[in-house]
């Protein structure tokens, strides 16, 4: 079975701080990544798209990374702010079936 | 405006009841999703479209109905609702002019409930 696992589930950091969050998958045969934010009560949002040709995708403070030899992507966070609070979740599309989505990892900013 | 949008905001309902979950998009998108989205479970996906009158079912079908008559519109019905079946919907779309390779856009979702 397609899997995404987010490591870790929650995650809290001061103000300023630069983060990763991680996001692993089990199948080698991908042909996108990405991650998306999703703030409560609301839709999720793409913040970044990484093809499998791509090693990375840069979008101001963010920069997610993707590694298909193993199985792992990660989104960093440069100078957190409290706005960047919300749910991250990561997805990939192997061309089989739709996009396999992890459970996200719940982050907060504190100032 | 443009953009994806899901009606009802909230749902409450009986179980047995039948429900009509709406989605509708003004991008002319190709691709179609309805996903269910649960704590523990994260997103799974319900049905999805790859075009007008074309449906295919995801991971979690069962006692779902979809249709797709017209390209901009995706509707979801629950036959006869089950406490189960209480969760938040997400309806999303994708252009499909290069499927994989495009992002994914999502609705505001629906929280239903079943009493």
């Known amino acids: 079975k397609q899997e995404v696992t987010q490591i870790p589930a929650a995650l809290s950091v001061p103000e300023g701080e630069n983060l990763v969050l991680n996001c692993s998958f089990t199948?080698?045969?991908?042909?996108?990544l990405q991650w998306f934010r999703q703030d409560p009560g609301k839709g999720l949002t793409s913040l970044l798209l990484?093809?499998?040709?791509?090693r990375e995708q840069t979008s101001g403070r963010l920069n997610a990374s993707l590694d298909k030899s193993s199985g792992r992507s990660t989104l960093y966070i440069a100078a957190s702010q409290p706005g960047d609070s919300a749910t991250y979740l990561c997805?990939?599309?192997?061309?089989?079936?739709?996009?396999?989505f992890g459970k996200g990892t719940r982050l907060s900013v504190i100032a | 405006d443009a953009g994806i949008t899901q009606s009802p905001r909230y749902k409450i309902t009986e179980t047995g009841r039948q429900v009509t979950l709406m989605c509708h998009q003004t991008w002319s998108h190709s691709y179609m999703f309805w996903y269910r989205q649960d704590l523990g479970h994260g997103l799974r996906l319900i049905y999805y479209?790859?075009?007008?009158?074309?449906?295919d079912k995801g991971e979690v079908p069962d006692g779902y109905v979809v249709s797709r008559s017209k390209t901009e519109n995706f509707p979801l019905t629950l036959e006869s609702a089950t406490r189960s079946q209480t969760s938040v919907y997400f309806c999303?779309?994708?252009?499909?002019?290069?499927?994989?390779?495009?992002?994914?856009?999502f609705g505001s979702g629906t929280q239903l409930s079943v009493l």
């Open positions: 997805a990939y599309f192997s061309g089989n079936t739709p996009l396999v």
């Open positions: 990484i093809q499998s040709s791509q």
């Open positions: 999303a779309s994708t252009p499909g002019v290069s499927w994989g390779n495009e992002k994914l856009f």
């Open positions: 199948d080698s045969a991908i042909y996108n």
């Open positions: 479209s790859a075009a007008a009158d074309i449906t």
